[in-house]
């Protein structure tokens, strides 16, 4: 099976960018499904139903969440109510969103995890007996698994890849948004990104005005956050997995700047 996965799409402008760019990213790499993390889509502070539907309609399949994914109160029964929306599996039992999700087209069958991290991120369980917990699980209903690792530290990610080769088929990290270059197949098959990056406005600081941002770290004053609309960028990785095995055949990362029609 073929997959584009979309890193954090952030704020208004990272959905228009996604929405202008979404045919050409169907007809470049004809994928099965298209799964996108979702959790800074309304202004970069969680997800609600105006704007996680448009992506849904453009033909995005799933959204995977992150430590901001209940930033908005009002949206809560929402995510609680879409079983589309993937919750990281390692937080309380009691926060909206699905466990896991397993996508269903042309007889291919893709399970969807998100997991956080630990290390310079909000409290939560251990992402790694959360993933040997759940695994049992999924793979009774298909090798192909794919899990969105939302983490801070290099290291926990890379961790993660080594534990998780040969147990499911691709580990894209998310959360810095900043996208790395060292996309490559693990030796049992892993597809692995330590970051996606940002599908939004790079002419900023992760998202936010550059301006509001380099002036809390000069005099320490805390500001209220704006999202930029400038720079803008698809960050993205594109997949092929191997529908009876599970293993990952090929990974290619993708970066492409976007001027809006
Ligand atoms: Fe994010
Ligand atoms: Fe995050």
Same mark, same amino acid.
């Given at each position: ?7 954090d799409?952030f704020g208004k402008s990272g959905?228009a960018a ?22 800074n889509?309304a202004d970069g502070k ?6 996680? *539907? ?14 901001h ?36 087209? *042309? ?67 998310? *959360?810095t948004h900043i ?18 990056g940002m599908?939004g406005p790079h002419d900023s600081v992760i998202g936010v005005k550059k301006g509001l941002i380099v002036e809390k770290f000069r005099t320490s004053i805390p500001v209220r956050y704006e999202s930029s609309d400038w720079g803008l960028e ?15 055949? *090929? ?6 700047k976007?001027?809006l029609?």
């Amino acid at each position: 099976m073929k997959l584009v996965f979309i890193g954090d799409i952030f704020g208004k402008s990272g959905r228009a960018a996604l929405i202008s760019s979404i045919s050409d990213l169907k007809a470049l790499y004809q994928p099965d499904f298209i799964i996108a993390n979702g959790e800074n889509l309304a202004d970069g502070k969680g997800l609600t139903e105006k704007t996680a *539907h448009p992506l849904f309609e453009a033909g995005v399949d799933l959204l995977t969440g992150g430590n901001h994914l209940w930033d908005r109160a009002d949206s809560l029964a929402y995510i609680a109510g879409n079983t589309r929306i993937v919750k990281p599996l390692n937080y309380p039992v009691q926060t909206p969103g699905s466990r896991f999700f397993t996508l269903e087209k *042309h007889n291919l069958k893709l399970t969807v995890i998100n997991l956080c991290g630990q290390i310079y991120m909000p409290p939560c369980d251990s992402p790694f007996t959360a993933l040997e917990n759940i695994l049992p699980e999924i793979r009774e209903i298909s090798p192909c698994i794919l899990l969105d690792f939302h983490a801070e530290s290099t290291a926990e990610k890379r961790a993660m890849a080594w534990f998780a080769d040969g147990r499911i088929s691709a580990l894209m990290g998310t *959360h810095t948004h900043i996208q790395t270059a060292d996309e490559e197949i693990l030796p049992q098959g892993l597809a692995y990104i330590t970051d996606v990056g940002m599908t939004g406005p790079h002419d900023s600081v992760i998202g936010v005005k550059k301006g509001l941002i380099v002036e809390k770290f000069r005099t320490s004053i805390p500001v209220r956050y704006e999202s930029s609309d400038w720079g803008l960028e698809i960050n993205a990785v594109y997949i092929e997995i191997d529908d009876e095995t599970g293993q990952s055949l *090929h990974i290619k990362r993708i970066k492409e700047k976007v001027e809006l029609r």
